[in-house]
């Protein structure tokens, strides 16, 4: 077993914990997005550990990225540093369009009203694009990773991520406002 091993396990840890961070919150928000008066007490508790839990895979991936990226001397390449700025923007991202949410649930736990104002901040068109947009954007990241392109492709990568993701919450909402009608 080798420093390298273990960092590249680490790298691969968090990655996971970040993709598996965003399928909790998918599934917590449509939880409470569709809950009918209800607050689901598991959705709010994966809610409220989604920021440290975030903040420990996005640690993980800075950590071993940078060690790995010092080691292997490719600190001067685009999909390193573009990599670095995307994993930056997916956690600001995701830490305002979630405040509203986490700030209600620690604010008013078990408030009557609580389950209402969680539905609506869960049907938000912006933590629903947030969303959509951070998973795009964890995909151009892992394509990064395994591609390695120069500077315009990878800048290529990561804007072709982010129309994706803009035009999958474009095209959502189009559909709900369809189906609320």
């Known amino acids: 077993m080798t420093i390298r091993s273990i960092a590249l396990f680490v790298h691969v840890l968090g990655m996971l914990m970040l993709f598996v961070g965003l399928a909790a919150e998918w599934l917590s928000l449509e939880t409470l997005r569709r809950s009918n008066g209800e607050t689901s007490p598991l959705a709010v508790s994966v809610l409220r550990a989604l920021p440290r839990s975030a903040g420990i895979s996005g640690g993980l991936l800075l950590l071993s990225g940078i060690y790995m990226a010092a080691r292997v001397a490719v600190w001067d390449s685009a999909w390193v540093r573009l990599s670095f700025v995307a994993l ?24 009557r009203s609580q389950s209402l ?25 892992v394509y990064l990773m395994i591609d390695k392109p120069e500077a315009l492709a990878s800048v290529a990568v990561v804007g072709v991520a982010l129309a994706i993701g803009a035009v999958l919450s474009l095209q959502r909402r189009s559909q709900s406002i369809f189906v609320r009608s």
Do not use: T
């Not at 995701?94 to 509203?100: D, K, T």
């Not at 104002?117 to 947009?133: E, N, P």
């Open 88 to 111: 930056i923007a997916i956690a600001i991202l995701g830490r305002v369009a979630l405040r509203p949410v986490v700030r209600d649930i620690q604010q008013s736990p078990g408030d």
């Open 117 to 141: 104002r969680l539905r609506q901040h869960a049907s938000g068109a912006f933590l629903q694009a947030s969303l959509r947009v951070r998973v795009a954007i964890a995909l151009a990241i």
